[in-house]
């Protein structure tokens, strides 16, 4: 059975850094894209970021502040979260969308 588990969000302030992780188990997890997504309060889930092997990609609003990894030994995705803005505070998920799967979410508010 697949399942995820996010950890390491938390409150920032602007400009902070976070970095969250997500516990994958229950299927292969090195063969398989993986990606974040967020929910902003009134807002519709948009993907934040998408790893497949060693290619990523970002929504336009993080490029340049927001790093996704993996470590597939450990079966762990990562996302690193720099130069925080409050337009970033949501409740991220990690998915393995191939499974149709997303994990509990974990908020991150950043505040002034």
């Known amino acids: 059975q697949v399942h995820l588990v996010e950890s390491g969000g938390g409150l920032v302030q602007p400009g902070g850094s976070l970095r969250l992780s997500c516990a994958a188990s229950?299927?292969?997890?090195?063969?398989?894209?993986m990606s974040w997504y967020r929910q902003a309060p009134g807002k519709e889930r948009e993907l934040v970021a998408f790893?497949?092997?060693?290619?990523?990609s970002y929504v336009d609003s993080v490029k340049g502040r927001f790093t996704i990894s993996r470590d597939d030994a450990k079966n762990t995705l990562n996302l690193q979260m720099d130069s925080l803005k409050p337009e970033d505070t949501a409740v991220y998920y990690c998915c393995a969308l191939r499974f149709g799967k997303w994990g509990q979410g974990i908020q991150v508010t950043v505040f002034s």
């Open positions: 229950g299927f292969t997890f090195s063969m398989y894209a």
């Open positions: 790893i497949n092997g060693d290619s990523t």
